[in-house]
DNA sequence: TGTACATCAGTGAACGCGCGTTCACTGATGTAC
DNA sequence: TGTACATCAGTGAACGCGCGTTCACTGATGTAC
């Protein structure tokens, strides 16, 4: 069964794509090559065919999901007024949603833990994608000076990372909740002014297309 | 070799604390029965006389970690004058020291995220501690009522982890430097009135013994 | 255009290895007499 | 006090299993003639 020119590319990028969700979901070790291979509806013994290894496939499928959040992120603010910006992207990260459906959501808080214990040739691809992740948010705050601007960016990440990732230890009852709104006020207070609707229910996925 | 009533408490309590540095170092599976054992001077085929499991250890050890650094943010907020106590525990937090040194740092960044993956029993377990640990801080402002100090305490202890873990992934150099500054910052904005001292290098360990 | 051959993504069995767990055994020390 | 026995923390071999990786093979399709 030999197949055409862009076949492979496109299998590829489906094993990417699937191990992507499921590492996130799983952990980096959480989960073997055959289930892996499975999930893009191959058998293990093809898997060589693609990456040169497991921890290859690992480092593709961690850039793909920040490529993807950065994108997610970027989009979202291009739809918003400038000075909303940062506080949309907080409120759209800090969800019950989110929380709940971490194959789907952040790398960093699925992932940041195990990445920095991988090889170095693994932490520093994930490390430029997060520096990347930080440049774009920067971006967002053309009102403050390059420097600041980023510092600002690096704060909010961190305290969506950790806020969502307590979160996901707390589980989801009121404990957790509780860690999300005090997470999503920090936020808020130091990203940007709040905007009118900042203490409604978040709408991510109302005006971007939900992540698949 | 029939030993003392106290000597099994004396290695069962041994295996536990060199299992919470192992395990935060390594991850939460990232070491093996074997080898936590030949930590503690023994070997593999006496850990059920411990444990009834794998997963019984990763629970105690993790508890034994949230303990210690509780006990240890505790007593540094004693010695520290109300008003500085959260921006002293901020600043003895986010530190080279402590993003260099996972082992003997906080078990939240460190086995947070797997923690999340882990079994109910082991989530929950470690999600008591993670309360535990957001009560003593509260504690520690008390100029606000309790229901904002609580606020307070769940986004500063975010940032703080989120913080650590962006500064791990980043290694240890410029990037990671700045998101360390970063963090430091937007937590004692948050936290307190920044010390004289802020912008001086801190002082982890000075007043308070160094964890073990 | 038609035919023979080459290619190579994908299959499934097999490999070596490390893991968590079990188990028969050891032997120093506590206890019963 | 002295002696025989019981205890049980710790040892090291063995188990079953799942993992990452290798490999001989397949067979549909591209290519050479």
Not at 43 to 51: L, R
Not at 75 to 92: F, G, W
Request: charged share 30%.
């Amino acid at each position: 069964m030999r197949y055409s020119k862009e076949h492979k590319l496109e299998t590829h990028a489906r094993i990417v794509k699937k191990a992507s969700v499921r590492l996130r979901e799983k952990g980096a070790h959480g989960i073997g090559v055959a289930d892996l291979m499975k999930e893009a509806g191959l058998t293990h013994g093809g898997f060589y065919a693609h990456f040169d290894s497991r921890e290859a496939l690992v480092i593709e499928a961690f850039a793909y999901a920040m490529d993807r959040s950065t994108e997610r992120w970027r989009k979202l603010a291009e739809v918003t007024p400038p000075k909303d910006r940062m506080a949309t992207i907080v409120e759209n990260y800090l969800t019950p949603l989110h929380r709940d459906d971490p194959g789907h959501g952040c790398a960093i808080t699925a992932l940041g833990a195990e990445v920095s214990r991988e090889s170095p040739k693994t932490r520093k691809a994930f490390a430029a994608k997060l520096e990347q992740m930080v440049d774009m948010l920067a971006e967002q705050i053309p009102e403050l000076p390059r420097k600041a601007a980023r510092k600002q960016a690096m704060a909010a990440t961190a305290t969506m990372v950790g806020t969502l990732m307590l979160a996901r230890i707390a589980g989801s009852g009121q404990l957790s909740d509780e860690i999300l709104d005090a997470g999503r006020e920090a936020a808020l207070g130091r990203a940007a002014q709040p905007r009118s609707a900042a203490k409604k229910a978040p709408v991510r996925g109302a005006s971007i297309p939900a992540r698949r």
